[in-house]
C-alpha cells in the first residue's frame, strides 16, 4: 500500500547536535512538507519541496534545513541552531491537481526530545 | 486572507452523546474543505471532505459534515460518540497557492469523552 514512512518514531538529542529525520513517500507526489506540533500550537509549517532540487521556506524554518535529491525522500536536519527543538514533527505529501483539491496525505510524526 | 477558524479548543462530550465540531473558514472562491483527525502520538488521518456537489458528505468512522456557503462554515457531526473518538480534530480549506496545493489548517478542537 502506498503511504508515507516517517523514522525514526523517536529521537533523542543532546544539544549542540544536529539531527535528521527521514521522510519518505511511495505515492508519487510531487510536494512534500514538514511541520512542527507543540501542545496546544496547532500545525506550523517548517518547510516544502514542490519538486525535486527545489524547496522553500515555510512559517518557522530557522534552525532547520531540508533537501529534496529525489521525489520520494524528504529528510529534515534540525540543526544546534533550533534553541527549542523539543516537539512532534510531521511529514506530508500531496499531488499537485492545480485546484487545491488533493489534500495532504501524512506520516505518523517523529517525536524529538533534548536531553 | 484565507483562514480557518475553529472556535472550540475543548469539546467534552459523555460516551453516546451527539458531536458537532465547529469550522469556520473565510475563502474568496469555492473551498476545498477537509476535516482530519489525529489520535495522541500519531499522524493526521482524513475523515472526509467536500468539493461540490451534496452539501451534506459522509466520512470514515461516522463522521459526516455539512458545507452551508451562506454562513461560511463546515461543521463535523457524529449521532454518537464512542470512546474511541477522542482525539484532536482539524479543519482545513485547501487551494493552489504559488504553484502547489496548500492546506489551510485551523488550530484544531481537543476532545475528551466521558464514559
Known amino acids: 500500500d502506498g503511504g508515507i514512512t516517517q523514522s525514526p518514531k523517536y529521537l533523542f538529542r543532546k544539544e549542540g547536535q544536529n539531527v535528521t529525520l527521514s521522510c519518505e513517500q511511495n505515492l508519487n507526489h510531487d510536494a512534500m512538507y514538514w511541520y512542527r506540533q507543540d501542545p496546544g500550537q496547532g500545525l506550523r509549517l517548517i518547510y516544502y519541496s514542490q519538486i525535486v532540487n527545489d524547496f522553500q521556506k515555510g512559517d518557522i524554518a530557522e534552525g532547520y534545513s531540508v533537501s529534496r535529491e529525489k521525489k520520494e525522500s524528504f529528510p529534515l536536519t534540525v540543526t544546534s541552531a533550533q534553541k527549542n527543538p523539543t516537539a512532534f514533527y510531521l511529514c506530508?505529501?500531496?499531488?499537485?491537481?492545480?485546484?487545491?483539491?488533493?489534500?495532504?496525505?501524512f506520516g505518523s510524526g517523529t517525536r524529538l526530545t533534548v536531553v | 486572507a484565507q483562514s480557518v477558524t475553529q472556535p472550540d479548543i475543548h469539546i467534552t462530550v459523555s460516551e453516546g452523546a451527539s458531536l458537532e465540531l465547529r469550522c469556520n473558514y473565510s475563502?474568496?472562491?469555492?473551498?476545498?474543505l477537509f476535516w482530519y483527525v489525529q489520535s495522541p502520538g500519531q499522524g493526521l488521518q482524513l475523515l472526509l471532505k467536500?468539493?461540490?456537489?451534496?452539501?451534506l458528505v459522509q466520512g470514515i468512522k461516522g463522521f459526516e459534515a455539512e458545507f452551508k456557503r451562506s454562513q461560511s462554515s463546515f461543521n463535523l457531526r457524529k449521532p454518537s460518540v464512542h470512546w474511541s473518538d477522542a482525539a484532536e480534530y482539524f479543519c482545513?480549506?485547501?487551494?493552489?497557492?504559488?504553484?502547489?496545493?496548500?492546506?489551510?489548517f485551523g488550530a484544531g478542537t481537543r476532545l475528551a469523552v466521558h464514559p
Open positions: 482545513a480549506v485547501g487551494l493552489f497557492s504559488g504553484g502547489y496545493n496548500k492546506l489551510i
Open positions: 467536500y468539493f461540490s456537489g451534496d452539501t
Open positions: 475563502y474568496g472562491a469555492t473551498p476545498y
Open positions: 506530508a505529501s500531496s499531488g499537485s491537481d492545480g485546484q487545491g483539491a488533493s489534500g495532504y496525505t
